[in-house]
């Protein structure tokens, strides 16, 4: 069974920082490529950050780089997303997924951890 849980959310002010952690287990983390999404009140999901099984590569939505960094520690089989100069428009419950390396779609989601930002 897969299970990826989210962790680290929270409320801070504009321009503090938090540490996102979503453990996975009952996947085989080589074959898989981890990511991470959010939602906003009223607006769809959106694509945040990725990241290889190996953390060769990554890649980030233009909105968070420079200040969001995603990384991963597959001896603790977790993948972490550090978010730096936070805005209140980072406000949204951030979702961690997983998907089969060479797969179009993320198919295994977490439930979720709510960063709330405030001005």
């Known amino acids: 069974q897969v299970q990826l849980v989210e962790s680290g959310g929270g409320l801070v002010q504009a321009g503090n920082s938090l540490r996102l952690s979503c453990a996975a287990s009952?996947?085989?983390?080589?074959?898989?490529?981890m990511g991470w999404f959010r939602q906003a009140p009223g607006k769809e999901r959106e694509f945040v950050a990725t990241?290889?099984?190996?953390?060769?590569?990554?890649d980030y939505v233009d909105s968070v780089k420079g200040r969001f960094t995603i990384s991963i520690d597959n001896a603790k089989r977790t993948v972490y997303l550090q978010l730096n100069s936070l805005k209140p428009e980072d406000t949204a419950v951030y979702y961690c997924?997983?998907?089969?390396?060479?797969?179009?779609?993320?198919?295994?989601w977490g439930q979720g951890t709510q960063v709330t930002v405030s001005s």
């Open positions: 997924a997983a998907k089969l390396r060479y797969a179009s779609a993320y198919n295994y």
């Open positions: 009952g996947i085989t983390f080589s074959s898989y490529t």
């Open positions: 990241i290889s099984w190996s953390g060769a590569r990554a």
